[in-house]
């Protein structure tokens, strides 16, 4: 497989900090969407942000509020998950807490 030309990359990182679709960057750089994501995904590893990055209409950029959403229903889901395992009087007692806020 080929090496993409380092100009066509700064082009696709440069777009996607505009917020621009996958879609759009792939039709604009002749990158695949498959190789843009993988080369997204390496990007963000190495900024050590979610391992996940979106496709379609979503930007792969960390700052992403999209993704920040995301980020934190993940981290409520975590909490409850851990909420649920509780015994149910410690349950009760943290919900108690929660609903006092």
């Known amino acids: 497989?080929?090496?993409?030309?380092?100009?066509?990359?700064?082009?696709?990182?440069k777009m996607n900090e505009e917020g621009k679709t996958a879609r759009e960057?792939?039709?604009?750089?002749?990158?695949?969407i498959p190789t843009l994501y993988n080369m997204f995904k390496k990007l963000a590893n190495a900024e050590s942000a979610p391992k996940k990055a979106a496709i379609?209409?979503?930007?792969?950029?960390?700052?992403?509020?999209?993704?920040?959403?995301?980020?934190?229903?993940?981290?409520v889901q975590a909490l409850i998950a851990q909420i649920d395992r509780l015994a149910d009087s410690?349950?009760?007692?943290v919900i108690d807490h929660f609903s006092k806020k």
């Open 1 to 13: 497989m080929p090496r993409i030309p380092k100009e066509l990359k700064d082009q696709a990182l």
């Open 25 to 32: 960057i792939s039709e604009a750089t002749g990158i695949k």
């Open 90 to 93: 410690s349950r009760q007692m």
């Open 56 to 75: 379609g209409a979503l930007s792969f950029s960390a700052t992403n509020p999209y993704l920040a959403k995301a980020r934190e229903w993940e981290a």
